[in-house]
C-alpha cells in the first residue's frame, strides 16, 4: 500500500506562485513514477506532469511547460510541483499519484489540493 498526503495549495493571484508537496509512505521504493494531475470544475481529471524515481525524467502537458517544475526528494520521499506565472485556467483540485509499473495506470492517489488563481 502506498499512502500520498498533498499540501501546499491555496488562493493565488494570476502571475504568481505556489508550490505543491506531495509526502509519500508505503511501498513507494518500487514504484517506477509519480505524477501530479488536475481536476478543473466541470471538467475531467487530466496529466499535468510526472517523473520517474530512478532517473529523474521528466514530463508534462503542453500548457504548463516552462512554468511547472515537477522534482522528488529522495530523503523525504516527496514529490514537489513548483508552480510560476499562474494563470486562472490552472485552478483546479490538483492530485498526486503513484505509477508502481511503467505500463500500468496510476495506482495509488492523493485526497487532492485546491488552487485557486485568481485574475
Known amino acids: 500500500q502506498v499512502q500520498l498526503v498533498e499540501s501546499g495549495g491555496g488562493l493565488v493571484q494570476a502571475g504568481g506562485s505556489l508550490r505543491l508537496s506531495c509526502a509519500a509512505s508505503?511501498?513507494?521504493?518500487?514504484?517506477?513514477?509519480m505524477g501530479w494531475f488536475r481536476q478543473a470544475p466541470g471538467k475531467e481529471r487530466s496529466f499535468v506532469a510526472r517523473?520517474?524515481?530512478?532517473?529523474?525524467?521528466?514530463i508534462y502537458t503542453d500548457s504548463v511547460k516552462g512554468r511547472f517544475t515537477i522534482s522528488f526528494d529522495n530523503a523525504k520521499n516527496t514529490v514537489y510541483l513548483q508552480m510560476n506565472s499562474l494563470k486562472p485556467e490552472d485552478t483546479a483540485v490538483y492530485y498526486c499519484?503513484?505509477?508502481?509499473?511503467?505500463?500500468?495506470?496510476?495506482?495509488?492517489w492523493g485526497q487532492g489540493t485546491q488552487v485557486t488563481v485568481s485574475s
Open positions: 499519484a503513484v505509477k508502481l509499473l511503467r505500463a500500468s495506470a496510476y495506482d495509488y
Open positions: 508505503g511501498r513507494t521504493f518500487s514504484a517506477y513514477a
Open positions: 517523473i520517474t524515481r530512478s532517473g529523474g525524467d521528466t
